[in-house]
């Protein structure tokens, strides 16, 4: 059950809810959400259509019997717990600088804080790369900050790499994540990076930085397991950052803050993209894709319009399907414009908006005395670079591809190993799962194999009894990469690195969530698989 949250008994809940509009049907905790109305207000980013949403800061958890409980946030508005009043700002006292995606940098009085630093390499195995250019002396800030923040997992705002440059100076600097049912940092002492520093904290509770300084880390109601958005607050001036999250704390956040910041682009999915068969052709793709991203836009104004900040910035959308593999998806998956959601909020409202470029500094104090003024904001000077034209991607690549020649995948028995290891059974679903090249072929010597989720059998053919089927065609280097390692499946799906057909044309809720959420926290020991193979051999060939 949620942190700070009380349950109530109430019959209004469906056992189901079926989406014509997708053909997908919901029937668990993340995905079942009811207003009052009964309205779907937005795409999810893992999976077609956003749950219902509660109404009155309700949410739904699932109980141990698969039941619904319908559950309460408690205390609704955390931050109105010891409240303070807004002091004057000196010009330059409070700054925040853009860096690249959903990095920013944020200077408060002496203190500097920065928000889900990815300023290197990809994102989702090798699907997402930097749309811009970080300014060429992020190491050096990162390294002086007196406190990182980390949404969530997803590896566009948890980055590994850069993690990695930033410990090799200074592996004591203090993070901040939210106490998440999946830790953000599960994966950390496998990812070699050395971090030293980490605090995991409570949601909807003030972190004291200094006197003047303080931050609250707030769930999401729709992916509570993971998302997590947050309020940072200086001499009583409130910046929201709400991320990524879908329903950040169950749909009630503070009125007229000074900055807002939340994520606008779209495309976080390899839903449509990645689907073929039936009615994924290339235009229903394409009119999908066009009504989903204006359903969000519309969203996001009309979320900046009953929130009322003084300011706000559309960020952590800025990323680009760069490798020349996805260049399909990189044609096809249209995402938002930051100025065109900026003008509909300055067409139904008077924010004042900002469509910030690497390097950029807003100065709060300034825009909060007179947005007008040329000094509230300054641009990154003239000739500075903003969109990356190359990315390197040779180092990642080649630690992929490692995967490929791992003597686990000598022997076919590696297949009921890993998936006895997931974990995830009992569920009418038969999945073919094959290896791939680049261009999706088979891969020659690779895999092709049934898995009847039912029972965990891996039979020849698909059984005689009705039941639903996938098909999940994965580039080889990518799904040995992530079977090696245990990892989440995200890599394969958020990062377009999957190309999927289903019959009959439903999503099976249960089984992505498990295998992009519920992996066990630690990966398959194939050292012990390889000992208890050639141990197997040995008395065969002793017989």
């Known amino acids: 059950m949620f942190s700070g949250s009380k349950e109530i008994k109430s019959n209004l809940l469906p056992s189901k809810l079926t989406f014509p509009g997708c053909g997908h049907s919901r029937n668990s905790k993340h995905h079942l959400k009811e207003d009052f109305n009964l309205t779907v207000f937005l795409l999810s980013r893992r999976s077609c259509w956003a749950p219902f949403y509660l109404a009155w800061n309700k949410v739904v958890e699932k109980d141990k019997e698969n039941g619904l409980l319908l559950l309460e946030l408690n205390p609704p508005n955390p931050w109105d717990s010891d409240p303070r009043s807004p002091e004057d700002l000196a010009f330059g006292e409070v700054q925040v600088t853009y860096l690249t995606h959903a990095c920013m940098d944020l200077k408060l009085g002496d203190k500097r804080v920065v928000f889900d630093p990815w300023l290197i390499g990809p994102a989702f195995a ?27 997992m997803h590896s566009d705002h948890l980055s590994y790499p850069t993690l990695k440059k930033l410990a090799e100076r200074r592996s004591n600097i203090p993070i901040y994540v939210g106490n998440t049912e999946r830790p953000v940092f599960w994966n950390l002492n496998r990812s070699g990076v050395q971090l030293t520093n980490i605090h995991v904290v409570p949601f909807g509770i003030w972190q004291q930085v200094d006197r003047n300084l303080r931050f609250m880390i707030l ?79 519309n969203y996001k104004a009309r979320l900046v319009k009953d929130l009322q900040p003084r300011i ?194 439903i999503y099976h809720h249960l089984f992505w969530n498990h295998f992009q959420i519920k992996l066990p926290l630690t990966p398959p020991n194939w050292k012990s698989f390889l000992t208890c193979y050639e141990q197997s051999r040995a008395e065969i060939s002793q017989g």
């Open 126 to 152: 090798r699907g997402w790369w930097l749309l811009h250019e970080p300014p060429s002396d992020w190491l050096e800030r990162l390294c002086q900050v007196d406190l990182i923040y980390i949404s969530h």
């Open 219 to 297: 769930m999401d109601g729709v992916h509570p397991e993971m998302d997590t958005c947050i309020i940072v607050e200086y001499k009583g001036h409130k910046i929201l950052n709400t991320v990524d999250c879908t329903r950040p704390n169950g749909g009630r956040l503070p009125m007229k803050v000074d900055l807002m910041m939340s994520d606008f682009a779209g495309g976080a999915s390899g839903f449509p993209m990645t689907f073929s068969g039936g009615k994924f052709t290339e235009e229903w793709k394409a009119q999908f894709i066009k009504t989903e991203r204006k359903k969000l836009l």
């Open 312 to 505: 706000y910035c559309p960020f952590a959308g800025y990323f680009v399907e760069s490798h020349p593999s996805d260049k399909y998806i990189k044609e096809t998956n249209i995402k938002n414009d930051p100025d065109e959601l900026n003008n509909l909020i300055k067409k139904n409202s008077d924010v004042v908006t900002w469509t910030p470029r690497p390097g950029a500094t807003l100065d709060l104090g300034r825009m909060l005395k007179d947005p007008t003024d040329s000094k509230g904001i300054i641009e990154p000077p003239e000739g500075t670079k903003i969109y990356k034209d190359s990315w390197d991607f040779g180092p990642y690549l080649k630690i992929l591809n490692a995967a490929v020649g791992d003597e686990i995948f000598l022997h076919a028995s590696w297949i009921k190993e890993y998936f006895t290891w997931a974990g995830f059974k009992d569920y009418n679903l038969v999945v073919r799962m094959i290896e791939t090249d680049e261009d999706f072929n088979p891969f020659p010597g690779g895999y092709d194999y049934l898995v009847d989720f039912l029972d965990l059998s891996f039979p020849k053919e698909r059984p005689s009894r009705e039941h639903p089927y996938e098909e999940i065609r994965s580039r080889v280097d990518v799904i040995r990469h992530v079977v090696k390692n245990g990892l989440l499946w995200d890599d394969l799906y958020i990062g377009f690195q999957t190309r999927l057909q289903r019959d009959p044309d």
